[in-house]
């Protein structure tokens, strides 16, 4: 059988050019990624292959018995903290079906899912959680064939127009943060300032992940607590490295290790959740009169940063572990001091 005769039909199924074992992996990789199907695999029949996946069976036909299904199927796929939130934004939709009388999933309409999110409680950020939830939800229905077709696909996500931008930490903030706050808040905060790394990068950070003579830092996923790297580069399974600064490597070099992880409670876990370590920190700040600090705040500190030292910006992407410059351009904020210290180059014209 000819090459291009072989590899036809899964460049007519994945929608792209198919020409190798290899273009054929990743083109899998990223078509579960956009139809949430996991269990997809390559099999060769008759010489030819092909993606083949197994139909979740939705034995009950009601809407809360296609919602409980769907709980069931992302337990194992999503992080503990993710699954709860999921199970709120479900529930109000539960709700919202019972108080409309809708019976079957069939008898939810466009406009309904309009009222949904009108009706969903919250900022305009957070309704967009609520429809996100539910559209998932649906796009399960319409792969379990329950129904044809999403009804929340054609819904617009609500824009938060008074959404607070992001911003920067000054340096007498950084300074405060250094000098006055208490560990582990003041610890957890460089790590995300210096390092730039998540929220839940930071939580799951473990000591094996952690190079002090190489001064390296290796992000990798945690399958046995529900934790997976974002916006990695390497999609094989391979840790992002990166690379950290001298005096962040100091400050590591001396923290206690009582457990397995850099913030552990003590027996090999995670020292507290997402939710605690984010109320932690915007206490500390608040108590220093630093208002809107978030773990997220850290990150964008440190990509201004980057910029205002000079990195290249074609590496900054790298270190920022961006697919693109455009994103990391995203997190790069000018602050009055950086705006003051580059005006008084003028003086030297």
């Not at 839940?200 to 046995?224: M, N, Q």
């Not at 990509?303 to 074609?314: E, Q």
Request: glycine fraction near 4%; charged fraction near 25%.
């Amino acid at each position: 059988m000819p090459a291009k005769q072989k590899w036809r039909s899964l460049s007519k199924h994945f929608g792209r050019k198919i020409r190798s074992q290899k273009d054929a992996e990743r083109a899998l990789i990223q078509w579960s990624i956009d139809t949430g199907i996991a269990n997809a695999t390559l099999q060769w029949h008759n010489g030819s292959p092909q993606a083949v996946w197994q139909d979740h069976s939705v034995p009950s036909q009601t809407i809360a018995g296609f919602v409980q299904e769907y709980l069931e199927a992302q337990a194992d796929r999503v992080a503990p903290e993710t699954y709860r939130h999921l199970e709120t934004y479900l529930a109000h939709f539960l709700n919202f079906c019972r108080e409309s009388g809708f019976r079957s999933l069939e008898d939810i309409g466009r406009r309904d899912m309009e009222r949904y999110v009108f009706a969903a409680p919250g900022s305009p950020r957070t309704k967009r959680h609520y429809l996100n939830a539910a559209r998932a939800a649906l796009n399960a229905a319409v792969r379990w064939r329950l129904i044809d077709y999403n009804p929340a696909m054609a819904i617009p996500v609500p824009v938060d127009r008074h959404t607070r931008a992001r911003r920067v930490l000054t340096d007498d903030e950084i300074r405060t943060i250094t000098e006055q706050w208490q560990a582990p808040e003041r610890e957890f905060a460089l790590i995300g300032i210096w390092a730039g790394l998540r929220l839940g990068e930071i939580r799951h950070l473990a000591w094996d992940d952690v190079d002090l003579e190489k001064a390296e830092i290796s992000i990798t996923a945690k399958p046995e607590l529900g934790f997976s790297p974002k916006g990695t580069r390497y999609r094989d399974g391979r840790p992002d490295i990166i690379p950290i600064v001298p005096w962040l490597v100091d400050m590591l070099r001396g923290l206690p290790r009582i457990g397995r992880f850099v913030f552990d409670r003590g027996d090999d876990h995670p020292l507290w959740s997402a939710w605690t370590w984010q109320k932690r920190l915007t206490a500390a700040a608040q108590a220093h009169q630093m208002p809107h600090v978030s773990p997220h705040a850290l990150r964008h500190t440190f990509c201004t940063k980057l910029a205002l030292a000079g990195v290249n910006r074609a590496i900054m992407p790298t270190i920022a572990r961006h697919l693109d410059a455009q994103t990391t351009d995203q997190y790069i904020h000018a602050t009055l001091q950086d705006a003051r210290r580059e005006l008084a180059k003028l003086r030297q014209v």
